[in-house]
């Protein structure tokens, strides 16, 4: 692996401040790039779509000067970049105590196979796995489709992690960015059906994430 993966992130969107993916305020990062071709991804533009690259130690003093209780990780698909993934959390962790929160089409399984993509699990608060299945979207608070699973890898949201993922509706929020207007969390139905509408209406200039 060199060492530009280690010290360089491919980013698609990053939020500072969020309630919207997981408990508390979260500094939320949509990596680039993705193996999977899941019918009806809304995230599709997070691996055909524009992306930065950020180097770790400023990512890092970000993240750490942030308000933020956790980070979450989504995509695209974290696991395509564990090494500069492993150096960020790390580093933030040298400063203060993070939790982390991944969003990933592996299966937990598949993860635990690859040495590579298993040394990143340790660092992981919760993990949400599996592909998105858009005949098993069910509405479920958070989470994509039924077949797939959170997993609580450490003890540290266990309590109010069952609390926000079990009790709670779809939330969604629109950021307007310039001349951007930017879909942040897991939409309902409904909401999903208005979202394309709007994105229809004006030339798909907008983001979903």
């Known amino acids: 692996m060199s060492m530009y993966e280690k010290s360089i992130l491919k980013v698609s969107h990053v939020e500072e ?9 979260r500094f939320v990062i949509w990596v680039h790039g993705c193996c999977f071709n899941c019918e009806g991804c809304l995230a599709e533009n997070t691996k055909n779509g ?24 989504s995509g ?15 580093s933030v ?26 040394a990143l699990l340790p660092e992981i608060d919760i993990l949400i796995d599996g592909r998105y299945i858009k ?19 450490s003890s540290r949201y266990i309590n109010i992690g069952k609390e926000y993922y079990e009790t709670g ?27 394309q509408d709007i994105k229809e209406k004006n030339g798909g200039i907008n983001n979903d994430f």
Not at 103 to 108: A, K, Q, T, W
């Open 76 to 90: 695209g698909e974290p696991f395509l970049q564990v090494p500069a993934l492993l150096k960020l959390i790390r």
């Open 135 to 153: 005949e098993l979207d069910d509405n479920r608070a958070y989470i994509g489709s039924s077949n797939q699973r959170l997993y609580y890898l």
């Open 169 to 195: 509706k779809r939330r969604a929020e629109i950021k307007l960015t310039g001349i951007q207007a930017v879909l942040i969390g897991v939409p309902s139905h409904n909401v999903l059906k208005i979202w």
């Open 17 to 25: 401040s969020t309630t919207l993916l997981g408990p508390y305020n």
């Open 50 to 73: 524009s992306y930065e690259e950020l180097g770790i130690d400023m990512l890092s003093q970000q993240i750490a000067n942030s308000s933020c209780e956790g980070i979450t990780i």
């Open 93 to 118: 962790r040298e400063i203060r105590d993070i939790g982390v929160i991944v969003y990933s089409g592996f299966e937990l399984a598949e993860l635990k196979r690859n040495d590579e993509t298993a």
